[in-house]
């Protein structure tokens, strides 16, 4: 990631989201999700290693360094949901012990205890080297720390899309609600940021956390620039809960963004499936931003992507094809977008469950991408018009395989028209109204496609021009004199 900074700063991208830096449970192997020692960033000999799975602190160090000279954000992955524990973390849990015997409510998974003379043990007594770094102090966990944290705690099942804070989904559960245990995240969160310099972070899981900690997590960051940090959460579920979770947040006078995943996956049922069997005007309303069901997010509280680390552990949730049309989506629409890694460089994936399940991005993908990101911070800002649903299309059928929308521009542009066609065999044409209210007028004017400017396009006097469009493709057309 050092090595690339000057690359990703020629293509005009502003900020990198990186990995949980903690050291995990299961050492050199271990993703950092099943995150064990906050504070070991790979400085430590615990877990059969000193380094975690992506190097030493001095390496992470030395890249958010060199990132920040280049002018790009850093936004490290955290996890306040749980933490982990190893054999040599079992203690006597006399918690465990009378939840199992009572048989209250969700049963405490048995895998995880060791049974001695009657007496449940559980992994969740953690101990550390001693830490001396700035910043750093030396906790230990202990059974009360987790749900169930007390006789009067229970757990919660994980069935549905809504929070489960007392869920043991994953590891030892922190108990959110524990003054102590918000003290030591909150703490964690501003070291994080006044020691290692990270610009803000991805949250892990927010569904097992209760909005109001979140608030008091993020209020509690140090400034960045006199501003609160980005933060975004992954919250995996429907546009309502979503929608709850970002206002729930906010009522605390936290501002958080998060991840459009029902965008995500109208776009993945577009780019994988023939256009016989998709119809393309669902676009006019996918997602957090354009939702008309009373669930629609402000775009400066949504992160758009096309696939990321969760939903590209699983084949079944990948996009396979026809990527382009997903980052073309992406990233000429409103909302932060997010390019994943392996899709840019070209990197394989692997189905973490079945290996055989491959999946690799076409070479030819990473300079669409690049110039998509040109064309944006070019041309486009403000707000999107869907054409399509807006400018009486002719003729209408069409409208099932051409989607059609219009961008506001800049102090110095007239924004910029995207044409998308998920038919898979016909070239296509439509002929729309281009003029909105708030939109400049391009009555009378020469469009050029960016992508291949001998294309050029006239729009008549009263507004309307027509669009032809490759199948399985996609234009961005803008004025030619701004080209």
């Given amino acids: 990631m050092r090595e690339i900074a000057p690359e990703l700063k020629d293509v005009g991208i502003t900020s990198v989201w990186t990995p949980v830096p903690a050291k995990g449970n299961w050492g050199i192997v271990d993703s950092g999700y099943g995150i064990y020692d906050h504070f070991d960033l790979g400085n430590y000999f615990q877990k059969g290693t000193i380094e975690t799975r992506y190097g030493s602190r001095k390496e992470l160090e030395e890249m958010i360094a060199e990132m920040h000279r280049n002018n790009i954000k850093v936004y490290s992955d955290v996890v306040l949901n749980h933490l982990y524990g190893g054999d040599e973390n079992f203690e006597k849990n006399p918690v465990v012990t009378d939840y199992v015997k009572s048989g209250r409510k969700e049963a405490y998974p048995e895998e995880d205890i060791r049974w001695i003379d009657s007496v449940a043990y559980t992994k969740t007594h953690l101990y550390f080297p001693k830490h001396n770094g700035a910043g750093e102090p030396n906790y230990e966990w202990r059974y009360w720390n987790f749900h169930p944290s007390s006789e009067n705690d229970s757990l919660t099942d994980f069935t549905d899309d809504v929070l489960r804070p007392r869920t043991k989904f994953f590891g030892n559960d922190l108990d959110t609600y524990s003054v102590e245990v918000q003290t030591r995240l909150c703490n964690w969160g501003k070291w994080l940021r006044n020691e290692i310099g990270f610009d803000g972070f991805r949250m892990d899981f927010v569904r097992g956390l209760q909005p109001e900690f979140v608030s008091r997590w993020i209020c509690g960051l140090p400034l960045l620039n006199g501003k ?198 016909d070239t296509l044409s439509i002929n729309l109204s281009v003029n909105s209210q708030g939109f400049k007028d391009l009555s009378d004017t020469q469009l050029v496609d960016a992508f291949s400017p001998t294309n050029k396009v006239k729009v008549s006097k009263d507004g309307r021009v027509t669009f032809i469009v490759q199948p399985r493709g996609f234009s961005i057309w803008v004025k030619e004199n701004e080209l």
């Avoid at 499936?273 to 354009?290: E, P, Q, T, Y």
């Avoid at 299309?393 to 069409?398: A, I, L, T």
Wanted: one cysteine or more; proline letters at 5%; aromatic letters at 12%.
């Fill in 228 to 425: 609160q940090p980005f933060v975004v959460g992954e919250y995996w579920g429907s546009a309502k809960y979503i929608k709850e979770w970002v206002d729930s947040v906010a009522k605390g006078n936290a501002n958080v963004h998060a991840f459009d995943f029902p965008l995500k996956f109208t776009l993945t049922e577009m780019c994988n499936n023939s256009g016989n069997d998709f119809d393309i005007s669902r676009l006019n309303h996918a997602g957090m931003i354009r939702n008309n069901e009373g669930y629609a997010l402000p775009p400066d509280n949504v992160v758009t992507f096309v696939d990321n680390h969760d939903t590209g552990k699983e084949h079944d949730k990948w996009i396979t094809k026809d990527y382009a049309m997903a980052y073309a989506y992406i990233l000429t629409h409103e909302g932060t977008p997010c390019i994943f890694y392996p899709h840019y460089f070209t990197v394989k994936q692997y189905d973490v469950n079945d290996h055989q399940q491959i999946v690799e991005a076409p070479t030819s993908l990473k300079d669409t991408i690049s110039k998509l990101i040109e064309i944006r911070k070019k041309y486009i800002g403000g707000k999107t018009v869907v054409l399509t649903e807006t400018g009486n299309p002719s003729p209408e059928k069409v409208t099932k395989n051409v989607y059609v929308a219009r961008r506001q521009g800049t102090r110095s542009t007239s924004g910029a028209i995207i044409v998308l066609n998920n038919n898979d065999t």
